[in-house]
């Protein structure tokens, strides 16, 4: 395919693309919980301390707790806080590096804990691994829209022209747009982490009653 084929078919791939990751994650199957009103969402978290950390033991859950919270800290270091500091409106510019991902390694060395799990827990932490696996993805994709708008601020500045000019101005509005998806998706795995990492917390300590979305969430701070 040339390469002027290949720019007119991209609108529909990135349209596809868009689509797919906008939607991603929301298919997944896990048993119905019970609706709380306001009035039986009990108590605001407790605060997390340090000093109440350790657990009495190695358990699934603290090991799952442990994995998790380094891996999201690997993220936020690499590419999370420079997405939470982009401004709406601006494309995000970072290049996603394969040194930035730690998703596939957790999505193996997690296996192991989710044996040691009941079932709607362990279905959490697996759909909390593939949105995960999901933005790992969706950086790679920003990567080459990333590549798109650079090479077209260089054209622009060699030609000109109105033309140019145009396709300047369509990569970096796909770049906006995208961010856009990038920020929605690292909110909801970042909300979805804080409440996995609280449940965890508190069932490496023996608290066996603990649910998500009790009413007696600890805040882990990520």
């Not at 605001?44 to 009495?56: G, I, K, T």
Request: with cysteine; proline share 6%; net charge positive.
């Amino acid at each position: 395919m040339s390469a002027s084929s290949r720019s007119k078919a991209f609108p529909a791939v990135f349209s596809f693309i868009v689509n797919y990751f906008s939607t991603w994650g929301r298919g997944k199957v896990v048993a119905p919980r019970k609706k709380e009103s306001p009035a039986d969402s009990g108590p605001p978290p407790r605060v997390f301390r340090p000093e109440a950390a350790s657990p009495s033991r190695d358990t699934p859950y603290q090991i799952a707790y442990d994995l998790l919270k380094a891996g999201w800290r690997r993220h936020q270091e690499s590419v999370g806080r420079q997405l939470e500091a982009t401004v709406p409106g601006k494309p995000f510019l970072h290049v996603y590096a394969p040194d930035d991902d730690p998703w596939s390694e957790l999505n193996q060395t997690m296996a192991s804990c989710l044996q040691g799990m009941e079932g709607d827990l362990a279905v959490e932490i697996q759909d909390a691994l593939k949105k995960g696996s999901g933005l790992r993805d969706a950086h790679r994709f920003n990567n080459h829209l990333v590549s798109r708008y650079e090479r077209s601020i260089w054209d622009f500045r060699v030609t000109g022209g109105l033309t140019r000019k145009a396709a300047l101005d369509e990569n970096r509005h796909n770049l906006v747009r995208f961010s856009e998806i990038l920020g929605s998706q690292h909110r909801d795995l970042k909300a979805q982490l804080e409440n996995l990492l609280s449940l965890l917390w508190r069932r490496a300590r023996g608290n066996h009653k603990a649910r998500l979305n009790d009413g007696d969430r600890v805040k882990i701070p990520i």
